[in-house]
């Protein structure tokens, strides 16, 4: 099966910019997350779908960062506007429905604020 | 809340000498743990999971409830182990949950 898909892989902007991400879930996969890694730290997970409405954004900085996910397949997660601790890398993962499965992560976006 | 925490950033053995990764955790219900690696230019991927007591890759963890430590073991190290891996929980029971990580331990293993 081919994998979570994201991109851009890398992106470079200066602060106060903003950015989107993308991401495709393996197919059939209902439940989707945002997770974001700095540097030297584990991902911490920002947002989490389950098909197109949001189950968990306790963590999501609601005044710069919003995600959607469209028709329950794709999502977006922008940032606006950018600040300089906001650079990391953003990963998103999918995992399908059922108890005990587990969750699939794309190759994530590594943003750089200048 | 939840918590893990993997004492070691880093920590290096040589081929064939034995490894434990260290984690413990933080939960005041019953938690699902997993180990997830990330080799060199690669994505983070699933090693294995508590509730499937499986070996994988000769890795093995058993989940130490009354310690609250989930620690991976091999016997025996290759040098295709040096990765990062992370230690993930997850609150248990639930079809769909976030995945709470530590900060990751590095190994190396030196030829």
């Known amino acids: 099966e081919a994998g979570v898909a994201q991109s851009p892989r890398y992106k470079i902007i200066e602060k106060r910019q903003s950015v989107a991400f993308w991401c495709n879930p393996i197919s059939g996969h209902a439940t989707l997350y945002w997770y974001q890694q700095i540097l030297g730290q584990g991902p911490k997970l920002l947002i989490q779908f389950q098909n197109n409405g949001v189950v968990d954004d306790s963590q999501l900085p609601k005044d710069r960062f919003s995600a959607e996910r469209l028709k329950g397949v794709d999502s977006t997660l922008k940032i606006q506007p950018a600040k300089l601790e906001d650079s990391a890398v953003y990963l998103c993962a999918s995992s399908p429905t059922g108890l005990n499965q587990p969750q699939h992560f794309g190759d994530g976006t590594r943003l750089s604020i200048l | 809340a939840q918590r893990v925490t993997q004492p070691e950033k880093l920590l290096s053995v040589f081929k064939g000498a034995p490894v434990e990764l260290k984690c413990n955790y933080s939960y005041s219900g019953s938690p699902e743990l997993f180990w997830y690696v990330q080799y060199s230019r690669q994505r983070l991927q699933l090693l294995l999971r508590h509730i499937s007591r499986e070996s994988i890759k000769g890795f093995t963890a058993d989940l130490n409830k009354g310690e609250t430590s989930f620690h991976l073991k091999k016997p025996f190290a290759q040098e295709e182990d040096s990765a990062m891996y992370y230690c993930?929980?997850?609150?248990?029971?639930?079809?769909?949950?976030?995945?709470?990580f530590g900060q990751g331990t590095i190994l190396t293993v030196h030829p």
């Open positions: 993930a929980l997850r609150a248990g029971g639930t079809s769909y949950g976030k995945l709470t």
